[in-house]
């Protein structure tokens, strides 16, 4: 059985009962639905974006803090952890990258294992990419999942 909906100025359609309800009631979900949908979509969306920030300048990392040597040109740093789905695939893109440029690095380290480095640097999801230059500055430091031509971009900066 179907309830009728009343209120003034809303435009009326019969339904297969022949009870008029409001076309505006029947067209828009509730808001706990449309609630519910966006935390679904969010994690999803969250895993496909990148946000690129720009670091200090001064700030240089070297085999101390890495716990391996730099690449001659550049180097590429994945913080990640052991579930991080995402992380696997940033893994293999980097990988890529790094084998085809000449004297470019690519270094990953587990952010739970090197939880102060982590905190120095103010790294707060994973995976957390830096590009750094042959002195070991960071050149740019990304969030999230990249794609290979963003990586090959920021690697022409640090080149």
């Known amino acids: 059985m179907c309830r009728v909906l009343t209120s003034p100025g ?55 803090e890495l716990g391996t040597g730099l690449g001659r040109r550049a180097t590429l740093v994945q913080f990640s952890t052991a579930f991080c789905q995402p992380c696997r695939a940033t893994r293999r893109t980097l990988s890529d990258v790094a084998g085809m440029v000449d004297g470019v690095a690519h270094i990953e380290i587990d952010a739970e294992e090197r939880l102060a480095l982590v905190r120095e640097l103010g790294i707060r999801t994973t995976p957390t990419v830096l590009v750094l230059d042959s002195a070991g500055r960071v050149v740019t430091q990304a969030s999230g999942a990249p794609r290979k031509a963003d990586v090959i971009a920021a690697l022409g900066r640090a080149v």
Do not use: K, N
């Open 10 to 64: 809303a435009r009326y359609r019969r339904d297969s009962h022949h009870v008029r309800t409001p076309v505006a009631a029947r067209s828009r979900p509730s808001r706990g639905i449309i609630a519910f949908l966006r935390t679904l979509q969010g994690p999803t969306t969250r895993r496909r974006c990148t946000e690129v920030r720009a670091h200090d300048p001064e700030r240089r990392l070297g085999a101390a």
